[in-house]
């Protein structure tokens, strides 16, 4: 079963990034964040989507990323963004 069909069964609320289903690695859930079961995106691979998808630069892929992604918090169902550096 795909990542995102484990979500929506455990947590229908959970939200997810548009367009970037190929960055999706997992999920994460711990008592401290609001007992929700939450997506986990990959950054490096959000970041070359974004520079694929939109011909964007490493740069402005990050810079992008950083305030229109990983800056938007929408509530107890936001999404994770993980540096696997």
């Known amino acids: 079963m795909e990542i995102k069909e484990q979500l929506g069964e455990i947590n229908p609320k959970a939200l997810l990034a548009d367009g970037l289903d190929k960055a ?10 609001h007992k929700n079961t939450i997506a986990v995106y990959d950054i490096g691979k ?10 964007m630069d490493r740069d402005g892929a990050r810079e ?13 169902n936001t999404p994770l963004f993980i540096d696997f550096k």
Not at 64 to 76: P, R, T
């Open 24 to 33: 999706l690695v997992g999920m994460s859930s711990n008592y401290f964040h």
């Open 64 to 76: 992008f990323f950083e305030f229109n992604i990983q800056g938007a918090y929408m509530g107890k």
């Open 46 to 55: 959000v970041i070359s989507i974004l520079m694929e998808r939109d011909g």
